[in-house]
């Protein structure tokens, strides 16, 4: 782990934020042709689904593993995770996805020199080995909260019916203040019986399944993870996080694709990827599924539109009669440990259009303009205009781009390098038919 201050002549912000927008903007395109099943989708949720058993009751199997990520600052961090079947180093673990009803099995494989644990909050009747899930006890003292797999190659299987549709954690239960501050946690998806368009069981919780996006916002104190590396103990009353990631990124590798072959230990892409809202073509929203694994709220904000909150910690917003009690809101303020579910719409709500709804605005000559890389060249969606000589574009076919950040400004940074960190964008596409590729 290094631990010296960021070297931004390595690894500039800005430069990177070029490239990666580049690699991201090149191949998270509408009307692209399907995923084949064995390719994960470039943007979007990767889901992890079960190998073995029977239909209905999927088996993981997850491996304890150590490794390195990469970080905006040109640093990289020593990490523990959770990795799919027996796989090498991952961050975080894998997506697990599951049908509600599901007799879910989760093998954990432990390398690590400790003993490792997973708990499911969220999940009820959980078992270990058969036997109901009870903290472990030593001298009187709970020294995990779930049966753990034995240091350097023990075993331990978990299983628990996936009852209740929703966002959930998954995460060591064993010293987590070290464990899970390493990384060994990830996200359980649980699909509802009515499909997988539908977040819960209510038919008002419908979503376009290719407009789904994980938020999943953790931190980093790099001394602690040095430390760790090193065998040396860690005072976590010095515990200060430096680093806060998206989806196991910092901006700018938040945005590129899912799988970047650059970040080869980082698998999970923030960016989203939508469709204008259109009542008779596109008239479902996206989902965004937030969950916080740090230690402090984490005030999501995406700008641009507002966000339907329709779920919180597994659970449905509605009263005890089915009543509808979902809010909007524009920040999504996600405390420790909790998950959010946030269906959301973009409109064309002013409908500019070139020649029958102009912006009534000026537009100023190219002498007193600064052209952004995310620019056309013209206002308009779906509109390409051709730009002065030299002037770099990452823009493919007229699409906007709104960025979306964690609003504890002091957060979106890597380290003291500023405007990196959990932040991503969301790209709206022209309206199909178009010409994106």
């Known amino acids: 782990m290094t631990t010296n201050r960021p070297r931004r002549a390595l690894r500039g912000p800005a430069l990177a934020a070029l490239l990666a927008l580049a690699w991201a903007t090149t191949s998270a395109l509408t009307g692209a042709a399907p995923a084949a099943a064995d390719t994960p989708p470039r943007v979007g949720i990767v889901c992890t689904t079960g190998a073995g058993g029977a239909a209905g009751s999927p088996i993981f199997d997850l491996t304890t593993r150590t490794g390195y990520i990469s970080l905006p600052d040109g640093n990289t961090a020593f990490m523990w995770g959770y990795s799919s079947g027996f796989d ?10 599951v049908d509600e009803g599901d007799e879910v099995t989760v093998i954990l494989h432990n390398t690590l020199p400790e003993d490792a644990s ?18 472990v006890l030593s001298g009187g003292q709970v020294t995990s909260l779930a049966p753990t797999a034995a240091a350097v190659d023990g075993t331990v299987s978990y299983t628990f019916t996936a009852s209740k549709p929703g966002t959930y954690l998954y995460e060591s239960g064993t010293n987590p203040e070290k464990q899970v501050r390493m990384g060994l946690f990830g996200a359980l998806i649980v699909r509802p019986t009515m499909g997988a368009a539908f977040a819960y069981d209510r038919a008002d919780s419908q979503f376009t399944p290719t407009e789904e996006f994980l938020v999943l916002l953790s931190e980093i104190d790099p001394y602690q993870h040095a430390a760790v590396e090193a065998g040396t103990p860690f005072n976590m009353n010095s515990y200060h996080p430096r680093y806060w990631l998206i989806n196991g990124r910092g901006f700018p590798d938040s945005i590129a694709d899912n799988g970047a072959s650059w970040l080869p230990t980082q698998p999970y892409g923030a960016l989203a990827s939508v469709n204008p809202f259109d009542a008779t073509t596109h008239p479902q929203p996206g989902l965004a599924r ?5 230690t402090e709220d984490f005030p999501f904000h995406p700008h641009g539109n507002n966000g339907l909150v329709i779920g919180r910690d597994g659970r449905p917003l509605e009263g005890p009669t089915g009543q509808d009690l979902s809010f909007e809101k524009f920040a999504i303020n996600i405390g420790p440990g909790q998950t959010w579910d946030v ?15 102009p912006v009534p605005v000026t537009v100023p000559s190219l002498a007193n303009q600064v052209i952004g890389v995310f620019y056309s060249g013209s206002p308009y969606l779906g509109s390409s205009q051709t730009l002065p000589p030299g002037t770099p574009t990452l ?11 964690n609003h504890a400004l002091f957060q979106i940074t890597s380290w003291g390098a500023i405007m990196t960190g959990p932040i991503t964008y969301m790209r709206i596409n022209p309206p199909p038919p178009n010409d994106c590729g």
């Open 118 to 135: 997973i708990v499911f909050p969220g999940q009820e009747d959980v078992r270990a080995d058969g036997a109901a899930v009870q903290p």
């Open 395 to 405: 823009n493919q076919c007229g699409e906007f781009y709104i960025i979306s950040h």
């Open 343 to 357: 269906l959301f719409r973009w409109y064309d709500a002013e409908g500019y259009d070139p020649v029958s709804n």
């Open 290 to 294: 937030y969950l916080n694994v740090g």
């Open 88 to 97: 090498a180093f991952q961050h975080p673990g894998p997506v697990l996805c």
